[in-house]
């Protein structure tokens, strides 16, 4: 089991519907990621939160909005999706600053957009 | 402009075999070396870091050789086993953000 959990496991959405991904870590961490990563290719990053105020972001379309609502937690609402968006989306944390803090992976969210 | 170039792509090795994972980076202010393993369905996770003022770092099977003149470090696996089979990367760090080339995609046979 890892020490970050993300929810839910899969997801299945239509284009117009709106749904939300959810992390949580209890390490103590004070940054938190999402990356993306379609089927045989590396994880790409799309938010960095650092002390819960967003630090990074990635050029993401706005149909992705994440949100930190306290240092544990970390969202990822999504709406109006395309197809090409199906993805694993993966949640991180790790200490914030020096960039020698091994980050934490979950499992993912298996999101299939339909 | 890519920084660290990862070699091969994939790589098939029967079980004891020593696999061998190349990366070859372009930025000499890097000071942190991760390895990371994911598992199919699971998220990266890290295997083994390396500074570079250290030549070679061992954990376990794993072991990291770094060859500063060669801009190169290498990740060997002794006595691989079927359940080694995973991709393996090496990201570097760039203005906070841990940016991950292609992988290598390592199957173990048993």
């Known amino acids: 089991d890892t020490e970050v959990t993300q929810t839910p496991k899969h997801l299945v959405m239509g284009m117009t519907n709106k749904k939300s991904l959810k992390c949580e870590q209890h390490?103590?961490?004070?940054?938190m990621y999402w990356y993306k990563q379609k089927a045989k290719k590396p994880p790409e990053l799309m938010f960095v939160y650092s002390y819960e105020k967003l630090s990074i972001n990635e050029s993401v379309p706005s149909r992705f909005s994440p949100e930190c609502p306290n240092s544990s937690l970390l969202n990822l609402h999504l709406h109006a999706l395309q197809p090409e968006d199906s993805a694993l989306y993966l949640c991180a944390s790790s200490q914030p600053g020096t960039g020698k803090s091994p980050l934490h992976f979950g499992n993912g969210t298996r999101l299939t957009v339909t | 402009q890519q920084q660290v170039k990862q070699s091969p792509q994939s790589l098939i090795v029967q079980k004891g075999g020593i696999p061998i994972i190349n990366c070859a980076y372009e930025n000499t202010a890097f000071d942190y070396f991760p390895w990371y393993q994911q598992f199919p369905g699971k998220g990266p996770a890290l295997l083994i870091a390396?500074?570079?003022?250290?030549s070679e770092k061992k954990e376990g099977r794993f072991t990291i050789s770094f060859n500063k003149s060669a801009k190169q470090f290498s990740l060997h696996i002794m006595d691989s086993q079927p359940g080694d089979s995973a991709t393996y990367f090496c990201p570097y760090n760039q203005g906070g953000k841990l940016i991950f080339g292609q992988g290598t995609e390592l199957s173990v046979k048993p």
């Open positions: 390396i500074r570079p003022d250290v």
């Open positions: 390490m103590g961490h004070r940054a």
